[in-house]
């Protein structure tokens, strides 16, 4: 058997940064350790997330993640995170929405593996969780649940993205997209597709990161 990976230590202070940007609840805080214990004894076997952001994942990832809280209603209460690989933002959403009545968190993931880690951290944490081992395209035709918000983050480019979640999005709908510096770019490519009715919020994480809020789409004739 290969031997286990050493693995760069949590740095404290990254997760108290976290925290001070993205505050949560006890409850929530205690849910968010536990799965980032998880996500990092995985990580001694299988790549969950790039190496390198390890020491800085409460930034990197959990706060990132985080920060899709404020554009979520109260009144939300399905939710579709397509291609979640190690959890984000779709599990941690669902540490910090896990006591709203009725939540109910869909997490697609392609890769086996990848969905196996989701499964395990939704039992250990007692989310509420389903984990849809398939690729979008599969889990879109069939459609099994209509979400009042659909999220995506480093998935693919907008165009693409676009395809992923036209059908899953509804009147009163919104797809929250996590995007970097070439959103712009990619929005110019995507309007040749698609007419779009979206707003850009900047990110409290990156300075050239931007959360796509798609709250209308169309296909441009
Ligand atoms: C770059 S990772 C990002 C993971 C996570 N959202 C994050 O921000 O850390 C993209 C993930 O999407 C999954 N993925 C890519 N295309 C997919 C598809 N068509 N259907 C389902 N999963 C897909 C990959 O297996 C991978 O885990």
Redesign the pocket.
Known sequence: MKPAKTLPAIDLADRAAALALTPVSRETAARLDRFVEMLIARQAIMN??APSTIPTLWTR?VA??LQLLPLIGPEARTFV??????????LVLACALADREGAAFHL????QK?AAFLRDVAADLGLPVTVHA??????NRKKPVVPDITT?????PLPVLLG?VYPLLTKTGCALL?KGQDVEAELTQASRSWKITADLVPSVTSPDGRIVVVRGLERAR
């Open positions: 969950l997330m990832h990132d993640s995170d397509l291609g979640s690989g190690g959890g984000f933002p779709g697609v993931e392609a890769t990848k398939e690729r979008i395209e599969d889990f995506a983050r480093a998935l693919a992923y996590a």
